[in-house]
């Protein structure tokens, strides 16, 4: 009896001091900001969809962001034979919307996700990721300043019907 007693609170034992161990672990640290551009940049947001119109455009409807509230996002769309680069910039209350068309936007998308785990949250986001288009791609073509976007099925949908082919991709990255 002596012989399972002590091999009994052995087993215990063992089970408390691991139990402790694992209350008593450090998180995972985690941005300490207040907000805006510094909470963003630590955050940033990726979606990205590919195969028939009308599937993704109704997957675009379901995006849960506010785009009214964000400061720099960009949607870049790929199809059959060229690609389009949408930059948009909130800036006084409207959004300008700055449009590159290319030949493929494969490689771009590396480099922006380059960009974005580079800077690991120290620098904004959207500064970063805006210089990289306008050094790549040069200085695009602005449009006038809209208004913000009341949805990102709003924002989006023209990009994606407008793709070449039947077979498109896109990718929303919200930025800051």
């Not at 087993?11 to 640290?29: D, E, I, K, N, R």
């Not at 940033?44 to 028939?52: K, Q, V």
């Amino acid at each position: 009896m002596n012989k399972y007693t002590i091999i009994l609170t052995a087993a215990a034992a063992a089970l408390f001091v691991g139990t402790s161990a694992y209350s008593q672990s450090t998180p995972t640290p985690t941005p300490t900001s207040k907000g805006g551009c510094a909470l963003a940049r630590w955050n940033t947001e990726l979606y990205g969809f590919c195969g028939a119109k009308p599937a993704m455009i109704e997957k675009l409807a379901r995006l849960p962001v506010q785009l009214s509230e964000r400061r720099v996002f960009i949607q870049i769309t790929q199809g059959s034979s060229s690609g389009e680069v949408k930059l948009y910039e909130r800036k006084d209350g409207k959004f300008t919307v700055t449009k590159w068309s290319t030949g493929e936007t494969f490689g771009l998308l590396a480099d922006i996700d380059k960009a974005i785990f580079d800077n690991k949250g120290v620098n904004c986001v959207g500064a970063q990721v805006t210089d990289l288009l306008r050094k790549r791609l040069g200085d695009g073509k602005p449009a006038e300043s809209v208004a913000p976007p009341v949805s990102p099925k709003a924002a989006f949908t023209h990009s994606v019907q407008d793709a070449p082919g039947e077979f498109v991709r896109t990718t929303i990255i919200i930025l800051c």
